[in-house]
């Protein structure tokens, strides 16, 4: 094992369980259960209850502690949340909400930018049912569930609905983190029900570990459009990354 590994290992113990087989499971095996446990058996759960950034902390301590979760993490995490301070949008939409880390921490982002009674909306798009209910009461235990409101279904599917209900007319920062080959299709399923106004920004995660190669090429040849990388760790792990941030013209 070289020094590297050694170092990382000793910081996030949670890693020595990547074994690097094709077996290994990264997400949906129990450890999102695990998770909500740790939180309400919590030392400090009264000091939780309504503090965004202390649970989000406590989730990043349990994912380098006992198992990784496939959060957005607290470095490539803080990058989104400058761009919300400096853009204050008023309707976030992300697709793939996983345990409702970045819904958290997004929302909390978009209610300190937006100031005290201003309308704000963050629309939390996860698959899974399980996973959804996980992130719904977490989001209630971070004291935002006037702010983030979790939808259940298929990107494409919620996206529709939200939409024919008149909930979501348009959409000011587009946050793509669900399964990568679907990035370029929900991208342009948003720009085909015209809910991608001039100026929206939208921001992908993981464009370059596992990778989004036909999205990031789309967006870089896209006239309508400027994109551009910044550069990431995932974490636990510190492993480099990149978000593809997109300004629609």
Known sequence: MSDRNAELLAKYPSLAKFDGSE???ESHDGREAALLKHIYNHPSLDKLRGSPAAICAVMDEFAAQEDFLINIGSDKGQKVNDLIKK???????????YVGYSAISFGDAMRQAAGPGAS??????????LIASIAMNLI???GLSDIVKVVVGTAADS???L?????LTSIDFLF???VEDLYLADFQLCEKLGLLHSGALVVADNVVRPGAPEYREHVRQHAGVESWGVKGLIMPGEMEDELEVTRMK
């Not at 853009?87 to 909400?97: A, D, R, S, Y």
């Not at 939409?163 to 909930?167: S, T």
């Open 120 to 129: 704000i909306r963050l629309w939390s798009l996860e698959f899974d049912p």
């Open 163 to 167: 939409q024919a209900e008149g909930k």
């Open 87 to 97: 853009e204050k949008p008023t309707v976030l939409v992300e697709l793939g909400g």
């Open 23 to 25: 077996d290994y499971v």
């Open 140 to 142: 209630e235990l971070a």
């Open 159 to 161: 996206l529709k609905r």
């Open 176 to 178: 793509l983190d669900h």
